[in-house]
């Protein structure tokens, strides 16, 4: 397969005076094309045009700001999920909320999570503790990702009733170690990133394990689409150390990655330089419309901004286009 190219459309987005978004966690497109971002700001839920022109924002006083993962279902529904609230919201495409899924206490499950670190998860827990993505099956049935505080996948029905789930702490088959997104291909098998085991692992709908992918650095989204696998990636640096792979001896850029069905890679985006058009910081959140055009979304502030590791101006989201 020959592969892609991509080109960064610069200054795409026509962020409205007084607004910031230091973190974007996710992004998403609907049908019409308009792409939706997920921010851990005042402003939540910004809308643009393809073009990049702004259309309007909600979820003010509504969604936390440590949301998560950002998700549009067939019928333009959006689906946010609350990190620190440990809940999923599905909202209409105005911001309406139609349904919650989550104990609606705040209160997240117990998995033996002291709160910080992922080595202290002792057992695979209920719905949720930190969710972190959800994906919508061919028949509907809705996938959720419950990672930086439990090691589970759960699956409930469209109307939002638990009906199984699966996933340990650990890094062999079926267990996670921080599954940070989910998909769910034509067949209906699950994809999970595992992000901390460098990996993704295939799944059938209900739970069985199939295969895994390995080719792969820090997985947190997957987007299936046309064939092709979208994976955004975040970076490793010297000294920190992978659960599959050991101690870091060098420094590994974030990236995204093109893989074809069997995993193979197609295409790579991203160099060395974090805040050049087309590289990337901390790709976070990932989407792909009708005309194969790329949006990445980057929590910067969070894994570098803070730290005075990049300037304050680093790109936190992108849009790469396809070339014809």
Not at 198 to 207: A, N, V, Y
Not at 248 to 258: F, L
Request: aromatic fraction near 8%; hydrophobic fraction near 35%; charged fraction near 20%.
């Amino acid at each position: 397969m020959k592969p892609a190219s991509y080109a960064p459309v610069v200054e795409w987005e026509q962020l409205p005076a007084g607004y910031t978004h230091p973190d974007v966690a996710g992004v998403a497109v609907n049908s019409t094309g308009r792409v939706y971002f997920l921010c851990r700001a005042e402003h939540p839920v910004l809308i643009y045009d393809r073009d990049g022109s702004f259309v309007g924002s909600w979820g003010e006083g509504h969604i936390s700001t440590r949301a998560h993962g950002l998700t549009i279902a067939p019928d333009d529904s959006v689906w946010c999920i609350d990190h620190t609230g440990h809940s999923v919201r599905k909202f209409a495409p105005d911001g309406k909320l139609l349904l919650t899924l989550g104990d609606n206490t705040g209160k997240p499950s117990e998995s033996g999570y002291d709160g910080s670190n992922l080595t202290t998860i002792t057992h695979g827990a209920p719905p949720f503790n930190r969710p972190t993505n959800l994906a919508v099956a061919p028949n509907g049935d809705l996938y959720v990702s419950d990672g930086y505080g439990n090691a589970r996948v759960h699956r409930f029905s469209p109307t939002g009733e638990l009906l199984a789930s699966w996933g340990e702490p650990g890094t062999g088959p079926g267990q996670f170690m921080l599954p940070h997104a989910v998909a769910v291909d034509r067949s209906g098998n699950v994809f999970v990133c595992d992000r901390e085991s460098d990996r993704i692992q295939i799944f059938t709908g209900d739970g069985r394990f199939l295969r895994e992918i390995t080719d792969i650095q820090r997985p947190t989204q997957i987007v299936l689409r046309r064939g092709l696998m979208y994976v955004s990636e975040l970076g490793w640096r010297v000294g920190e150390r992978s659960f599959r792979n050991g101690p870091i001896a060098r420094d590994m850029h974030p990236r995204i990655s093109v893989l074809d069905e069997t995993g193979a890679v197609v295409t790579r985006l991203g160099g060395p330089d974090p805040c050049a058009p087309g590289s990337f910081c901390a790709p976070h959140g990932l989407a792909v419309d009708s005309n194969g055009d790329l949006y990445v979304a980057e929590v910067v502030w969070t894994i570098a901004g803070k730290d005075g590791l990049v300037p304050p101006d680093c790109h936190t989201v992108q849009k790469l286009a396809l070339a014809a």
